[in-house]
């Protein structure tokens, strides 16, 4: 595992070993050690995946304090175009990151706490794996709508999103509590 770049600050986003061969591939996404060097929480306490279709959009996710957490995402399946958001109160309050996320060459992102994370998937059927560092709380999990912090999703098609993602509030209208 490799730090290859920081998206935002405390955010970074992480090369992982990746071996292929004729059987397939093998990809280690975790390394207790690794992360303890470089500063990073690590215990996690629950992990999940989606799946998502060509053009389906999912975020901007966060949970509000006091169950925030950290949070790390890699694709394990097909390509996503992954966005962050920082939500923390100061000079970065605001900034938007992002990075393609793709299966065929395994990178995992480090979301710290008070950043908003979402993505659009760029191909049918690919696969985000999560870890946080707290556990599913509904009084905590909340959203900023994915298109009104002036990011450009370069999106050609309509898009698909759940319910709960359209009902979100606006980037004007947030106030953080971080």
């Known amino acids: 595992m490799k730090i ?4 935002l600050p405390g955010a970074w986003l992480v090369k992982l070993i990746h071996h292929q061969d004729r059987r397939g591939s093998f990809v ?3 390394t207790k050690t690794f992360f303890q060097a470089h500063g990073m929480e690590h215990e996690f ?3 999940f995946y989606t799946t998502s279709q060509k053009n389906a959009v ?3 996710h966060f949970f509000a304090p006091p169950r925030d957490h950290v949070k790390t995402v890699l694709c394990a399946a097909g390509s996503v175009k992954d966005v962050l958001l920082d939500l923390r109160t100061g000079p970065g309050y605001g900034a938007v990151a992002e990075v393609i996320l793709e299966s065929a060459q395994p990178k995992l992102i480090y979301i710290p706490k008070g950043v908003a994370h979402g ?4 191909e049918d059927n690919s696969v985000i794996v999560y870890n946080t560092t707290t556990e599913y709380d509904s ?3 909340m959203g900023v709508h994915w298109n009104s912090f002036g990011h450009d ?3 050609n098609k309509e898009v698909i999103e759940s319910s709960r993602d359209q009902s979100l509030i606006h980037f004007k209208d947030f106030k953080s509590p971080f």
């Open 28 to 30: 280690k996404k975790f």
């Open 58 to 60: 999912r975020g901007m």
């Open 45 to 47: 306490t629950e992990s």
């Open 139 to 141: 009084e905590c999990d």
């Open 4 to 7: 290859e770049k920081e998206l």
């Open 119 to 122: 993505f659009l998937s760029l």
């Open 153 to 155: 999703w370069n999106v």
